[in-house]
């Protein structure tokens, strides 16, 4: 079946520097491309969404890429914050289904 | 306004019994899912609701497990028999039902099977 790897599981970075998650998807139908942020004890939440016809968006420190040929995505965060701290997750959509990555655990060291 | 509210946020059962999770969704929101999180890992799809049917049961783990949806807005999900391996946060989300609208989560109903 369909599915999206998410790379890396962890992510450490210095408070300041960038931080880049990427994911591949293996259904090429996928049309619709979000990510959602965790912290703890709370559901997740949509930060940034991107759509097929589009291949890069950005929301102030937010960003993310698409390439559909290649069928990855990456999320991108620059001047890190402690905030930022939390699980990331990348999903690729068909119709209604969402079909999601196993998440990144973004550390922000002081 | 409002946002997606699961009740209880926290629920600790012997196991054998059953449970009964709820899930408020944003007003209008025609398009209801529950996943299922064990702890430090990603997101379990379990069914989805258009309106008060569910086209997609696909994800629900065994026969214990069961959900309906009434006059379009709350949902409550059952586990019958609880197993340990039940225990995990169960998310609930809604959206507008549109092709690829966002989804709005829930914080969730955090389950222990003792």
């Known amino acids: 079946g369909e599915n999206v790897e998410q790379h890396p599981s962890t992510l450490s970075v210095q408070e300041g520097d960038s931080a880049v998650i990427k994911c591949t998807y293996s259904?090429?139908?996928?049309?619709?491309f979000p990510w959602y942020k965790q912290e703890l004890g709370k559901g997740p939440q949509l930060i940034i969404d991107i759509r097929s016809n589009v291949g890069e968006k950005k929301d102030q420190r937010i960003a993310v890429t698409l390439n559909k040929t290649a069928k990855h995505f990456s999320l991108h965060i620059t001047e890190t914050q402690p905030e930022d701290s939390a699980v990331y997750f990348c999903a690729a959509a068909s119709n209604y289904q969402l079909i999601w990555g196993a998440g990144t655990k973004l550390i922000i060291k002081p | 306004g409002a946002g997606v509210s699961q009740s209880p946020s926290n629920k600790v059962t012997e196991k054998g019994k059953d449970v009964e999770l709820r899930c408020d969704p944003i007003s209008g929101h025609t398009a209801l899912y529950w996943y299922r999180q064990s702890l430090g890992q990603g997101l379990e799809f379990l069914i989805y609701f258009q309106g008060n049917s569910a086209p997609d049961k696909s994800g629900l783990p065994s026969d214990r497990f069961s959900a309906e949806r009434t006059g379009g807005s709350v949902s409550t999900l059952t586990i019958q028999r609880t197993q340990q391996e039940d225990s995990a946060v169960y998310l609930c989300?809604?959206?507008?039902?549109?092709?690829?609208?966002?989804?709005?989560f829930g914080n969730g109903t955090r389950l222990t099977v003792t």
């Open positions: 989300a809604s959206s507008l039902g549109l092709d690829n609208s966002p989804l709005h």
């Open positions: 259904d090429s139908a996928s049309n619709y």
